[in-house]
Each structure stands twice: as C-alpha cells, then as structure tokens.
C-alpha cells in the first residue's frame, strides 16, 4: 500500500508536472510548425539571428542556452531545411557568419503565430493574471534549477 501511495505522490510533484507540460508543449507545438518546415527547437535560435542579437555558432549556444556541439548540429538541420545560410566571418576568420534565408524569413511570422495561438489555446481558463503569474512562477523555478544546477543554493525568499 505504501509504494502506492509514493509513486501517486512522485506522479504529483512540480517537476512531473512540468515535465509533462513541457512534453505536451512540443508534441503541440511541433505539429504545428512542421507544416510550415520548421523544427521546435529552431525558433529560439532562429529569432535571435533576427533580431542580430547572434550570428555565430557561439553566440547561438550561449543565447539558446545549449552545448557548442548541439547547436551545431541544429545549424546542420536548419541549413539543410533552408534556413540558414553560412558566410565567411570577415571579423575572425575562423568562424562562420550564420544569417537568416529568405525561406526563413517568409515563413517566421507565420511560425511565432502557430507558437502563440497554441500557448492562449494551452492556457484556456485561465485569466490573464494567472497567465502573468504563472510565467513568472515559471521564471523563478528556471532561475533555482539554474543555480542549484550551478552548485548554488537558491535565493532566500519573503518566507525564509
């Protein structure tokens, strides 16, 4: 009876729940951007080289928050799918200018679209206070998961 008890609980603790939320975000997210020939992990790294807040292989990890060789091979994907084109970095000529195709740029707006109208969709019911409250919950869990995962405590709060 009592293991019962303990994988109901495990079943119920924040990171499940955020696990299978995360999980139901992509699974909803990806089908929706397939169409449109876009991979979910793409946006990220596809909105920052729009926004010129990155045109290296090394901007983008550090931006997007992955390892050097997971980006590398996003970028292979990308530009296999017409995405991204790669120049000569005239600046350090050891490393490659990424920039945005025409491809990419067409079909961006429509992309952010798909994304936003699936997270109202996803957040049904819930008023726009809880909306902002609950991205902010989700901002301040990321930022102790960032630093317990740093070897940092996390920051004390109002309770403690």
Do not use: W
């Given at each position: 009876m009592q293991?019962?008890?303990?994988?109901?609980?495990?079943?119920a603790t924040p990171g499940h729940l955020v696990g299978v939320a995360a999980r139901g975000y992509a699974r909803l997210s990806e089908a929706?951007?397939?169409p449109l020939g876009f991979g979910v992990g793409y946006l990220p790294a596809?909105?920052?080289?729009?926004?010129?807040r990155a045109e290296t292989q090394r901007?983008?990890?550090r931006i997007v928050g992955v390892e050097q060789p997971s980006?590398?091979?996003?970028?292979?994907?990308?530009?296999?799918?017409?995405?991204i084109q790669r120049s000569q970095n005239s600046a350090d000529g050891r490393?490659?200018?990424?920039?945005?195709?025409?491809?990419a740029l067409r079909h961006l707006p429509e992309a952010c679209a798909a994304l936003f109208q699936g997270n109202r969709e996803a957040l049904e019911g819930f008023s726009e206070e809880?909306?902002?409250?609950f991205v902010l919950l989700l901002e301040r869990l990321i930022a102790n998961l960032d630093r317990l995962v740093a070897g940092h405590p996390p920051a004390p709060t109002a309770e403690t």
């Amino acid at each position: 009876m009592q293991e019962n008890v303990m994988e109901i609980d495990v079943l119920a603790t924040p990171g499940h729940l955020v696990g299978v939320a995360a999980r139901g975000y992509a699974r909803l997210s990806e089908a929706r951007l397939k169409p449109l020939g876009f991979g979910v992990g793409y946006l990220p790294a596809l909105m920052a080289l729009k926004a010129a807040r990155a045109e290296t292989q090394r901007d983008l990890a550090r931006i997007v928050g992955v390892e050097q060789p997971s980006m590398a091979q996003m970028l292979v994907r990308m530009e296999r799918d017409g995405l991204i084109q790669r120049s000569q970095n005239s600046a350090d000529g050891r490393s490659r200018r990424i920039s945005l195709t025409q491809t990419a740029l067409r079909h961006l707006p429509e992309a952010c679209a798909a994304l936003f109208q699936g997270n109202r969709e996803a957040l049904e019911g819930f008023s726009e206070e809880e909306a902002a409250q609950f991205v902010l919950l989700l901002e301040r869990l990321i930022a102790n998961l960032d630093r317990l995962v740093a070897g940092h405590p996390p920051a004390p709060t109002a309770e403690t």
